[in-house]
């Protein structure tokens, strides 16, 4: 079983009337109270259809919102029994666990630090896939009752919203931007309940596919927000392609799942352009337009289009914010560099590309800029090096040649000037890697 494990910051964005406004009227607070921490469930709950369950230390802390009722005769989310069994495993830091019980009903189940109380939120159940007629065969017996006889848990469970593994990504993503960090890194562990018949090979199997697909396609997204940040447009769409195909050979997605994935891309992307201070205002302007046209397309093929629009638009917003008030052969000089970060880059190399004399390059260049143009390529390859070494297990010296550095011993020299550590140091001082979501 997947335990999605989140570790947030204590902020959020939120304007503390239980909705999200424009842009400009968003501020930044501290964790909601436990009144907004319901307002934020209830809407959740209208939205997506699936019963949410608060449970907190005190009485009058608990919240219910069913849309499916369950039968009583079918066991329910023992929440005293979960804590006693995986609470301390779970729940060390803010964690969002996707946990299946051992009737093989799943549930997201997450506690906040929000108060005294730090309720535990329960969201379902709900199936990874369509239970067909022969339930039994699939779920097995309980001791309590046999499926077969209860006509009334038989119709629950056709009733059950079906979830892929791209939905609950989005959704944990979701409830994780609405009340702590949206751009934290959530990571994947195995949790076993004991189940009443165990699952067939085919079906692990398929289940191990699905998380290897969300493994890459969790590091690959980082990959392509590197890339966007810097406003390398040609890498970016690279890796975007390489997701799509990743998702094509190796799952199955709906329209619906890659709807939200692509809902996903453009929070994210939002928010890479947001840190590369691009314009509030701009940034409102497109993230809505994409939303719009999201919502308003069904095909997967299309999906990707606008997923490919976005990409170069925010690379756009970008690569326009970092040159805002530049002249044309300072422009063409800082994306020259950007491009080539990865090769050795002379002086008057850019000076040729750009068609102006290398030394009154050097002083323009110093003038609007504020910096040398040695100083910005290494800050450039400074920046690349950093992304390797936190999201790759490549060598230092790989590291060194893939951002240009000729020689492994002046690149350790540069690394150390720009960020107080030798690679080395930045290196250790990185916490260790789990499997990514």
Excluded: W
Excluded at 156 to 185: E, Q, V, W
Excluded at 220 to 248: P, R
Excluded at 412 to 436: A, D, H, M, W
């Amino acid at each position: 079983m997947d335990v999605l494990v989140i570790n947030p910051t204590k902020k959020i964005l939120y304007n503390g009337e239980n909705h999200l406004r424009g842009i400009d009227d968003i501020v930044t607070k501290s964790l909601p109270t436990s009144q907004e921490l319901y307002a934020i469930l209830n809407n959740l709950s209208f939205l997506t259809k699936l019963n949410i369950y608060s449970h907190g230390e005190s009485s009058n802390s608990h919240f219910v919102a069913e849309f499916i009722p369950k039968p009583k005769a079918l066991p329910g989310f023992d929440i005293h029994t979960f804590k006693t069994k995986h609470g301390e495993f779970c729940f060390g830091n803010h964690e969002v666990v996707v946990y299946t019980d051992k009737t093989s009903l799943n549930y997201l189940v997450v506690r906040f630090q929000i108060s005294v109380d730090e309720p535990i939120v329960i969201i379902g159940p709900f199936l990874f896939e369509n239970p067909g007629n022969n339930i039994t065969s699939e779920y097995g017996q309980h001791e309590n009752f046999a499926f077969q006889d209860n006509p009334l848990i038989l119709d629950y469970f056709r009733s059950l919203k079906i979830l892929d593994t791209a939905y609950l990504h989005a959704l944990a993503g979701l409830l994780f931007a609405l009340l702590n960090s949206p751009m934290a890194d959530p990571k994947i562990r195995i949790l076993k309940s004991e189940p009443i018949t165990q699952l067939e090979d085919r079906d692990h199997m398929k289940n191990q596919k699905q998380l290897d697909t969300i493994n890459l396609h969790h590091s690959k997204l980082k990959d392509l927000l590197h890339y966007v940040g810097q406003g390398d447009q040609d890498k970016a769409l690279k890796v975007l392609s390489s997701i799509g195909s990743a998702y094509k050979d190796k799952t199955r997605l709906t329209s619906c799942s890659f709807k939200n994935l692509a809902l996903d891309l453009n929070v994210r992307l939002q928010m890479v352009a947001d840190k590369a201070q691009v314009s509030p205002y701009e940034l409102h302007t497109k993230s809505n337009r994409f939303l719009s046209l999201i919502e308003d397309i069904h095909t997967t093929t299309s999906l990707f289009q606008v997923q490919k629009e976005m990409v170069i638009s925010y690379c756009k917003l970008i690569n326009e914010s970092h040159t805002s008030g530049l002249s044309k052969p300072i422009i063409d000089a800082v994306h020259f560099i950007d491009k080539h970060v990865d090769k050795k880059i002379s002086l008057l190399e850019i000076s040729h590309h750009v068609g102006i004399n290398d030394s009154h390059l050097s002083r323009q260049f110093k003038k609007e800029m504020g910096k040398t143009v040695t100083n910005y390529i290494n800050e450039r390859k400074i920046i690349k090096a950093k992304h390797y070494l936190e999201n790759s297990n490549h060598s230092i010296t790989t590291i060194s040649t893939l951002c240009g550095f000729e020689n492994h011993n002046y690149f350790s020299k540069v690394f150390k000037l720009y960020t107080g550590y030798t690679p080395k140091e930045f290196q250790k001082n990185i916490p260790p890697k789990e499997r990514t979501f």
